[in-house]
């Protein structure tokens, strides 16, 4: 190419904001500005520049000289205690105002399932009302400076009863339109002005490349292109498009690969290279942060490979500081994620000199808050934290207030749209979110559309249900707990079809018991139920969504073949091996988590009067051929999906796909171990070495340590030394039923490799008195490092034992394998859930090889 041609090339890509020229780049360091666009929002690039090095990024909101000029007076008038306060960040659960006050705490956060009053169904006046006690107690102390309110409003405000819930960001992706993301913002942050937050963590910037990942669905896609131009416009959405001044707080998380971690691990080791992490999983902070967003929260994981060892990122002053500071230049605030610093070596929950030195800026202490702050006073004055790296983190925070308008402001009722419930309400939009994100993958005898006088049986778990329509992080951080009452401004997919349709021509049968014969169509709405994070991790078990959801294959079962054709709509949180579904069904839809507008899928199925032009959206994620088809991403040897990114049938397009190959695998990689021969031993009287007793509740989540006299107690759970055989051979838990708790045996060095108890066919083994049966659920689970875990119900064992006498438990290691339990890392074996009240002794807790094959053992299907 000539240097004219070379040149020119250059300036075109200097002019689509994909380099900048400016930006205060060091010499031959790539820069980034705000993007190209098209109709009026950032565009989606066919390519990508590759980078050679962090890009120095140009944010489109800045300060004046001012600004700058205020916050150094605002910071020299501190006291250290004051300075570190503003660092912290309680959870609204575990600090009243008054401490607020008293403590001059910077910010508050409600996780997912926390609301005022512990008030599922909480008012905006509610939210208010606490919302401006909060204002009141941190304007009204020494320093005056207004606390901040953060929230994970990641799909919607979706703690919020009465808020509409859009798709998961997986779903917005499939839609392929970056101003649909940016209207999706702007409503978000209209329903936060509500109930009188000023902060989200969103938007969610992971570029998932192993679908295996719990957290795939709060991930765009798997093409970064589409990741940069939508974190733009989210961020753009939430923060409005002033230059000095934002609107509600937007955070780019987690920084900074994620998404890449080896086995879609949640909160695991990402291998990726530098020129990985920065042309793959930086992308979309590009796009975030030219677009200003204000805060960055650090990811979970850890940057490690043969190359490099970083470690926890929390930690990680390369890449906090060096990079993201430094070489990006991001002058907003770093925020770490919840309990984040206690992963970094050294560290524990309330205190972490390494994180706070790496660059983190505040401090998510949700219940240790107190601690947190007399231990860094503590490390500052001892000088194990420079105060001029404290200056630093509160320079920024008092930065993003000034941005945020909160320096100025006024208290949250008497900002715009303040409790006003109608404003909860984005249903349209909502409903346009999912007519554009469903992604048509069968059509097999142009099945659909539907004619508007059809009749349709409906079948499957999902038809008329809120609860997997919006999946995790809805509610409740699980997303689990939901009834369709919980969303009173909902529609379910069956309920859309009823409007569609008529309610006269929809009959609906869960478990599919009726006759299809008669009925123009069966419509079977099918997939998983919640998860988030960790808890949605599969670990070595394979997308086999077959074994995943057993009970949604029967149901196909029960209606294909019948005379009616059969329509699948598929909800999930990740594309999965669904060829035994796909084979069962005429027309397949990937309808994603398409939140409470269930009617937009209908508008889809059914032609109707209305004027929309049908199936329209594509594949963000490649689809998989086999059961272990992951990672699966363009570029990498073997690339064969079964449909790849960007693909995606309109509503008039005939094709034809043939029968698919049904071949099952239920677990991927190598399982190894060898075999156990030996008993492993956990609780003989006492926990045997190395595990320990540990309780855990609401109280304190993290766990308090059985005393030496085998005692702790929280206000829902204590234990004591109990009696099965002989004195104090036991360990008796006592549930209250005033809210959930369990005991467990923990080893506090971390996992150990037990994937020979799996190949020797073990079972965890306990001797019991019931003492009271419990009143509701009850589980066992065991734990393979946080988030990491599988958990199998008891509820019908436990209620099936005689009071008073003494039974063995037999449970098969099996289950816990088939719930997700990696055994390559096992540090809780043994754990012991309830919710209601509950009292039973156990003695003699162990895992045993050979004993799941036992006559008295229980079965997996016994289970639940």
Same mark, same amino acid.
């Given at each position: 190419?000539?240097?004219?041609?070379?040149?020119?090339?250059?300036?075109?890509?200097?002019?689509?904001?994909?380099?900048?020229?400016?930006?205060?780049?060091?010499?031959?360091?790539?820069?980034?500005?705000?993007?190209?666009?098209?109709?009026? +929002?950032?565009?989606?690039?066919?390519?990508?520049?590759?980078?050679?090095?962090?890009?120095?990024?140009?944010?489109?909101?800045?300060?004046?000289?001012?600004?700058?000029?205020?916050?150094?007076?605002?910071?020299?008038?501190?006291?250290?205690?004051?300075?570190?306060?503003?660092?912290?960040?309680?959870?609204?659960?575990?600090?009243?105002?008054?401490?607020?006050?008293?403590?001059?705490?910077?910010?508050?956060?409600?996780?997912?399932?926390?609301?005022?009053?512990?008030?599922?169904?909480?008012?905006?006046?509610?939210?208010?009302?606490?919302?401006?006690?909060?204002?009141?107690?941190?304007?009204?102390?020494?320093?005056?400076?207004?606390?901040?309110?953060?929230?994970?409003?990641?799909?919607?405000?979706?703690?919020?009863?009465?808020?509409?819930?859009?798709?998961?960001?997986?779903?917005?992706?499939?839609?392929?339109?970056?101003?649909?993301?940016?209207?999706?913002?702007?409503?978000?942050?209209?329903?936060?002005?509500?109930?009188?937050?000023?902060?989200?963590?969103?938007?969610?910037?992971?570029?998932?490349?192993?679908?295996?990942?719990?957290?795939?669905?709060?991930?765009?896609?798997?093409?970064?292109?589409?990741?940069?131009?939508?974190?733009?416009?989210?961020?753009?959405?939430?923060?409005?498009?002033?230059?000095? @001044?934002?609107? %509600?707080?937007?955070?780019?998380?987690?920084? %900074?690969?994620?998404?890449?971690?080896?086995?879609?691990?949640?909160?695991?080791?990402?291998?990726?290279?530098?020129?990985?992490?920065?042309?793959?999983?930086?992308?979309?902070?590009?796009?975030?942060?030219?677009?200003?967003?204000?805060?960055?929260?650090?990811?979970?994981?850890?940057?490690?490979?043969?190359?490099?060892?970083?470690?926890?990122?929390?930690?990680?002053?390369?890449?906090?500081?060096?990079?993201?500071?430094?070489?990006?230049?991001?002058?907003?605030?770093?925020?770490?994620?919840?309990?984040?610093?206690?992963?970094?070596?050294?560290?524990?929950?309330?205190?972490?000199?390494?994180?706070?030195?790496?660059?983190?800026?505040?401090?998510?202490?949700?219940?240790?808050?107190?601690?947190?702050?007399?231990?860094?006073?503590?490390?500052?004055?001892?000088?194990?934290?420079?105060?001029?790296?404290?200056?630093?983190?509160?320079?920024?925070?008092?930065?993003?207030?000034?941005?945020?308008?909160?320096?100025?402001? @006024?208290?949250?009722?008497?900002?715009?749209?303040?409790?006003?419930?109608?404003?909860?309400?984005?249903?349209?939009?909502?409903?346009?979110?999912?007519?554009?994100?469903?992604?048509?993958?069968?059509?097999?005898?142009?099945?659909?559309?539907?004619?508007?006088?059809?009749?349709?049986?409906?079948?499957?778990?999902?038809?008329?249900?809120?609860?997997?329509?919006?999946?995790?992080?809805?509610?409740?951080?699980?997303?689990?707990?939901?009834?369709?009452?919980?969303?009173?401004?909902?529609?379910?997919?069956?309920?859309?079809?009823?409007?569609?349709?008529?309610?006269?021509?929809?009959?609906?049968?869960?478990?599919?018991?009726?006759?299809?014969?008669?009925?123009?169509?069966?419509?079977?709405?099918?997939?998983?139920?919640?998860?988030?994070?960790?808890?949605?991790?599969?670990?070595?078990?394979?997308?086999?969504?077959?074994?995943?959801?057993?009970?949604?294959?029967?149901?196909?079962?029960? %209606?294909?073949?019948?005379?009616?054709?059969?329509?699948?709509?598929?909800?999930?949180?990740?594309?999965?091996?669904?060829?035994?579904?796909?084979?069962?069904?005429?027309?397949?839809?990937?309808?994603?988590?398409?939140?409470?507008?269930?009617?937009?899928?209908?508008?889809?199925? %059914?032609?109707?009067?209305?004027?929309?032009?049908?199936?329209?959206?594509?594949?963000?994620?490649?689809?998989?051929?086999?059961? +272990?088809?992951?990672?699966?991403?363009?570029?990498?040897?073997?690339?064969?999906?079964?449909?790849?990114?960007?693909?995606?049938?309109? #509503?008039?397009?005939?094709?034809?796909?043939?029968?698919?190959?049904?071949?099952?695998?239920?677990?991927?990689?190598?399982?190894?171990?060898?075999?156990?021969?030996?008993?492993?031993?956990?609780?003989?009287?006492?926990?045997?070495?190395?595990?320990?007793?540990?309780?855990?509740?609401?109280?304190?989540?993290?766990?308090?340590?059985?005393?030496?006299?085998?005692?702790?107690?929280?206000?829902?759970?204590?234990?004591?030394?109990?009696?099965?055989?002989?004195? #104090?051979?036991?360990?008796?838990?006592?549930?209250?039923?005033?809210?959930?708790?369990?005991?467990?045996?923990?080893?506090?060095?971390?996992?150990?490799?037990?994937?020979?108890?799996?190949?020797?066919?073990?079972?965890?083994?306990?001797?019991?008195?019931?003492?009271?049966?419990?009143?509701?659920?009850?589980?066992?689970?065991?734990? +393979?490092?946080?988030?990491?875990?599988?958990?199998?119900?008891?509820?019908?064992?436990?209620?099936?034992?005689?009071?008073?006498?003494?039974?063995?438990?037999?449970?098969?290691?099996?289950?816990?394998?088939?719930?997700?339990?990696?055994?390559?890392?096992?540090?809780?074996?043994?754990?012991?859930?309830?919710?209601?009240?509950?009292?039973?002794?156990?003695?003699?807790?162990?895992?045993?090889?050979?004993?799941?094959?036992?006559?008295?053992?229980?079965?997996?299907?016994?289970?639940?």
């Amino acid at each position: 190419m000539s240097r004219r041609h070379l040149g020119a090339v250059l300036a075109a890509v200097l002019a689509a904001g994909l380099i900048s020229a400016g930006a205060h780049a060091s010499p031959g360091q790539p820069a980034v500005g705000e993007p190209r666009t098209e109709n009026g +929002c950032a565009r989606i690039e066919k390519s990508l520049p590759v980078l050679s090095d962090w890009p120095r990024v140009h944010s489109r909101v800045e300060s004046s000289a001012a600004d700058e000029r205020r916050i150094r007076k605002i910071l020299g008038s501190l006291t250290l205690a004051e300075k570190v306060g503003q660092m912290t960040q309680a959870e609204i659960s575990a600090i009243t105002p008054d401490e607020v006050r008293a403590y001059g705490i910077g910010s508050v956060l409600n996780s997912g399932g926390s609301w005022p009053g512990k008030d599922k169904y909480a008012t905006p006046a509610a939210w208010l009302d606490l919302a401006d006690a909060y204002w009141a107690a941190s304007t009204s102390s020494r320093t005056g400076i207004p606390a901040l309110w953060g929230t994970g409003a990641v799909h919607g405000h979706n703690n919020v009863y009465g808020a509409t819930i859009f798709p998961h960001n997986i779903g917005l992706g499939a839609a392929h339109d970056p101003c649909l993301v940016r209207e999706v913002g702007q409503a978000t942050a209209t329903q936060l002005r509500v109930t009188g937050q000023d902060w989200t963590f969103a938007p969610g910037l992971a570029v998932p490349q192993d679908d295996r990942w719990g957290d795939t669905y709060q991930g765009y896609s798997e093409d970064p292109r589409i990741t940069r131009a939508y974190g733009y416009e989210a961020v753009k959405g939430l923060q409005g498009a002033d230059r000095r @001044r934002v609107g %509600v707080l937007a955070t780019a998380k987690h920084f %900074v690969g994620d998404g890449g971690t080896t086995g879609g691990r949640d909160q695991g080791v990402t291998p990726a290279s530098a020129a990985e992490l920065i042309n793959t999983h930086g992308q979309g902070y590009y796009g975030a942060l030219a677009a200003g967003a204000q805060t960055v929260m650090v990811s979970f994981g850890s940057w490690t490979n043969a190359e490099v060892d970083e470690g926890k990122l929390h930690g990680s002053k390369a890449v906090l500081t060096d990079v993201l500071k430094g070489k990006i230049g991001f002058d907003g605030l770093v925020l770490s994620e919840w309990n984040g610093i206690a992963q970094v070596p050294g560290c524990s929950n309330y205190s972490c000199p390494r994180a706070i030195n790496a660059g983190v800026d505040v401090v998510m202490a949700p219940t240790d808050w107190k601690a947190f702050i007399a231990n860094t006073v503590a490390d500052v004055e001892q000088g194990r934290i420079p105060i001029a790296r404290v200056d630093d983190a509160v320079t920024r925070i008092l930065r993003v207030k000034l941005r945020a308008g909160v320096l100025d402001g @006024r208290k949250p009722s008497a900002r715009p749209n303040a409790g006003s419930a109608p404003a909860l309400r984005a249903r349209e939009l909502a409903r346009k979110a999912v007519r554009e994100s469903q992604v048509l993958l069968k059509n097999n005898g142009g099945v659909l559309p539907l004619s508007a006088r059809s009749r349709v049986l409906v079948v499957g778990k999902s038809a008329d249900s809120l609860a997997n329509q919006t999946g995790g992080w809805t509610s409740s951080w699980q997303g689990t707990g939901n009834t369709n009452a919980d969303f009173p401004n909902g529609t379910t997919v069956l309920g859309g079809l009823r409007e569609a349709l008529g309610a006269a021509n929809v009959v609906f049968s869960e478990a599919g018991e009726v006759d299809p014969a008669g009925f123009d169509a069966v419509i079977a709405v099918l997939g998983e139920t919640p998860y988030a994070d960790g808890n949605g991790d599969l670990g070595k078990r394979s997308l086999e969504a077959a074994l995943l959801q057993p009970q949604d294959l029967a149901v196909l079962d029960k %209606v294909r073949g019948r005379g009616a054709p059969v329509v699948t709509v598929y909800l999930s949180g990740r594309p999965l091996y669904v060829n035994k579904e796909l084979n069962r069904s005429d027309a397949f839809v990937a309808s994603w988590l398409p939140g409470t507008e269930g009617g937009g899928v209908a508008d889809l199925l %059914v032609r109707g009067r209305h004027t929309y032009p049908g199936f329209t959206g594509r594949l963000s994620y490649s689809w998989p051929r086999a059961a +272990c088809h992951t990672p699966l991403n363009p570029g990498q040897d073997g690339y064969d999906p079964l449909f790849k990114a960007g693909y995606g049938l309109t #509503s008039w397009q005939r094709t034809t796909l043939g029968q698919l190959d049904e071949t099952s695998e239920a677990r991927c990689g190598d399982d190894g171990g060898g075999t156990a021969t030996e008993d492993l031993g956990l609780f003989a009287g006492k926990a045997v070495a190395p595990y320990r007793g540990y309780i855990s509740s609401p109280d304190n989540w993290d766990g308090t340590e059985f005393g030496p006299d085998g005692t702790a107690a929280h206000s829902t759970i204590a234990v004591a030394p109990g009696q099965v055989d002989a004195p #104090s051979d036991a360990v008796r838990g006592t549930w209250t039923g005033t809210g959930p708790g369990q005991f467990y045996f923990a080893d506090p060095a971390g996992g150990t490799d037990r994937r020979g108890y799996l190949n020797a066919n073990s079972a965890v083994v306990f001797d019991v008195v019931v003492h009271r049966p419990p009143a509701g659920r009850t589980a066992l689970s065991a734990h +393979c490092g946080w988030p990491c875990l599988a958990e199998v119900d008891l509820t019908k064992v436990f209620t099936g034992l005689p009071v008073g006498q003494k039974s063995t438990v037999k449970i098969p290691i099996s289950c816990l394998a088939a719930a997700g339990l990696d055994l390559e890392k096992v540090n809780i074996p043994f754990l012991l859930f309830a919710d209601s009240p509950f009292q039973a002794s156990f003695a003699n807790v162990r895992w045993v090889p050979r004993a799941a094959g036992d006559p008295d053992a229980k079965t997996c299907a016994d289970l639940g």
